[in-house]
């Protein structure tokens, strides 16, 4: 049984580039749920997908979009990069929305310069 | 609005000694309170989760004792080590969804030999 795995592992970008980040789900897992930790913070929730549909979002501008996959992969697009997206970026698989727990990624650390 | 506070933010333990970390909620509708341990460089990693209807959970060195009526929960490490040393944070959902969690501030433990 694999992880949950992300890539790349670390990406440096512009201000105003747009940047894609992947995540595939531990096997057998159908919900993946992403999220943001600035340096020295928990992580903040940004959205959650389960069996391809959007299952909620966190308080993040629509330039933060996402998609799942028919093998429950799933990318994190962020249009318009700004200097503050400069964070770790976590992704976390669970199988359905309660009732098991999710195991995290280990993430990509984008730099926005 | 920041519904789910941590505190101390870092904690200084003696290796053997208990490790406490206290963490409040505003929201009565959450159901889950998991907490993490996340080491650097690494995603956060599942340690002990609780839900309402128990008022305490041990799993091995790990306790998590809950107070429903004070809104309030924590995390007991008992005869810490230095191994131990990382990043802790306590978390919570609504709804038992185990995906979308709102974390606390994190505390930074350092166990000295």
């Known amino acids: 049984e694999t992880g949950v795995t992300q890539s790349p592992t670390h990406l440096i970008k512009t201000r105003g580039q747009q940047v894609t980040l992947r995540c595939s789900s531990q096997s057998g897992h159908n919900t993946v749920s992403w999220y943001q930790q600035a340096l020295g913070q928990g992580p903040q929730f940004i959205f959650q997908?389960?069996?391809?549909?959007?299952?909620g979002r966190g308080n993040f501008p629509p330039r933060f979009s996402g998609l799942q996959f028919p093998n429950y992969s799933s990318e994190l697009n962020v249009n318009a990069l700004e200097l503050d997206d400069s964070a770790l970026y976590l992704c976390?698989?669970?199988?359905?929305?309660?009732?098991?727990?999710?195991?995290f990624g280990p993430g990509t650390r984008l730099t926005v310069t | 609005q920041q519904q789910v506070k941590q505190s101390p933010q870092s904690l200084i333990v003696q290796k053997g000694g208990i490790s406490i970390i206290n963490c409040a909620y505003e929201n009565t509708a959450f159901d889950y309170f998991p907490w993490y341990q996340q080491f650097p460089g690494k995603g956060p990693a599942l340690l002990i989760a609780?839900?309402?209807?128990?008022s305490e959970k041990k799993e091995g060195r790990f306790t998590i004792s809950f107070n429903k009526s004070a809104k309030q929960f924590s995390l007991h490490i008992m005869d810490s080590q230095p191994g131990d040393s990382a990043t802790y944070f306590c978390a919570a959902s609504k709804g038992s969804n185990t995906g979308k969690l709102i974390f606390g501030q994190g505390t930074t433990l350092q166990v000295k030999p």
């Open positions: 997908y389960y069996r391809e549909e959007e299952n």
């Open positions: 976390a698989s669970s199988l359905g929305t309660s009732g098991n727990e999710q195991y």
């Open positions: 609780i839900r309402p209807d128990v």
